[in-house]
């Protein structure tokens, strides 16, 4: 199964969801692939963290891949792993493109008060422009990111995205906690920080298994 993570704005928390999908994939016992297909480069720097911390097998494999060529060589390499994840930037760019056109399922996620919540027209005119171009319709899952523990703003983003039947809101909310960061610093998944952040790791869990449909 192809997932890519992204959107069209940044901030969002892409590339943490991104590396948190992969190592909980991995964790399944799956074969992985995260393709950084951001300029920035945020899973690589990860991934180069993680070596650090690991010393060993870090428990998946990387590339960098960009622009329209994408779409070829991510198909080139599907036949090799069970997964794999794309980590995409925050903007319409070739190399989204080209991974919306091969994956199963396109991960949206929106931080209240982002941006982006309000320029939904631009998210539903790329979405309806891949869509007519695919032989199968793209599974999408929009869902909070970044939320806040308590307050309007998460009410606030969730009406607009259930309005937007086509965005498929489902209500798994990541809230914005510690952990995420403490563990990225050192190339970790939450999954793997000690002391665990039980509440992180549920939360993250529950949305994985939700889209991918592998239970407990």
């Not at 494999?61 to 069970?82: C, F, I, N, S, W």
């Not at 980590?87 to 991960?107: E, K, N, P, V, W």
């Not at 999408?140 to 039947?165: C, Q």
């Amino acid at each position: 199964m192809i997932f890519t993570v992204g959107g069209i704005k940044g901030g969002t928390g892409k590339t943490t969801l991104s590396t948190n999908l992969t190592v909980w994939l991995s964790r399944q016992g799956a074969d992985v692939l995260l393709v950084d297909a951001d300029e920035q480069e945020s899973a690589s720097d990860f991934t180069a963290w993680r070596e650090e911390t690991l010393k060993d097998n870090i428990g998946y494999t990387l590339v960098q891949l960009h622009g329209a060529t994408l779409r070829r060589q991510v198909e080139q390499m599907r036949p090799k792993y069970d997964h794999i994840v794309i980590d995409t930037g925050g903007r319409d760019t070739a190399s989204q493109r080209a991974a919306l056109f091969i994956s199963d399922i396109y991960l949206l996620p929106f931080a209240p008060r982002s941006y982006e919540i309000w320029t939904l027209s631009k998210v539903q005119a790329l979405l309806s422009e891949i869509q007519g171009s695919r032989a199968t319709p793209l599974q999408l899952y929009s869902f909070l990111n970044k939320a806040d523990t308590r307050g309007p703003d998460n009410s606030e983003a969730i009406e607009v995205l259930s309005d937007n039947e086509e965005l498929n809101y489902v209500d798994f909310p990541i809230i914005n906690r510690k952990a995420f960061a403490t563990a990225a610093s050192k190339g970790l998944s939450v999954f793997e920080m000690t002391p665990a952040d039980e509440k992180a790791i549920n939360e993250v869990e529950a949305l994985f298994r939700h889209i991918t449909g592998i239970k407990k």
